[in-house]
């Protein structure tokens, strides 16, 4: 008898981000050094570029591929800009931060402790694709964090 087959693979989360990266071979790489990312699949086309790949970081999955602007896939770097930030929870955001700086990530918002209760930085990393990484410090209600963002802001938020 055959087992079924699970609709989401036991080893994959709901939502997993696929990043398009120009060089993404060296993108994984780079994952690997900054982030401690383990390689999971590796497809190449037969020019040697990456078709697919995925990689682990901590308990989630990262897909990436090649920028290919035939396939209609384009990289941030192609772009003014990403509108997209991936957010990333470790237990020390300071050194992971560090890290990837040193391995060539830019600096956007250094870590800070934050009104939500997290310590929290964002950095944009050599392919184009912007980070926030974050370590959980306090637990927070709704009311302590309007209260503290008043005194960070200045001001109570409009609700």
Known sequence: ?????????????????????????????????????????????????????????????????EENPEWGAIGPKSLPATPVTIHMYVTDVDAVYARAVKEGA????????????DRYGVLIDPYGHSWSIATHKRDMTPEQMAEEMKTMCGEAPQQ
């Open 1 to 65: 008898m055959t087992a079924a087959v699970q609709p989401i693979p036991s080893d994959m989360r709901t939502i997993t981000p696929h990043l398009v990266c120009a060089n993404a071979l060296e993108a994984i790489e780079f994952y690997k050094r900054a982030f401690g990312a383990t390689d999971a699949a590796t497809m190449l086309t037969p020019d040697g570029k990456l078709m697919h790949g995925m990689v682990r970081i901590g308990d989630s999955a990262v897909m990436l591929m």
């Open 106 to 117: 830019t600096v956007k918002m250094p870590p800070a402790d934050m009104f939500w209760g």
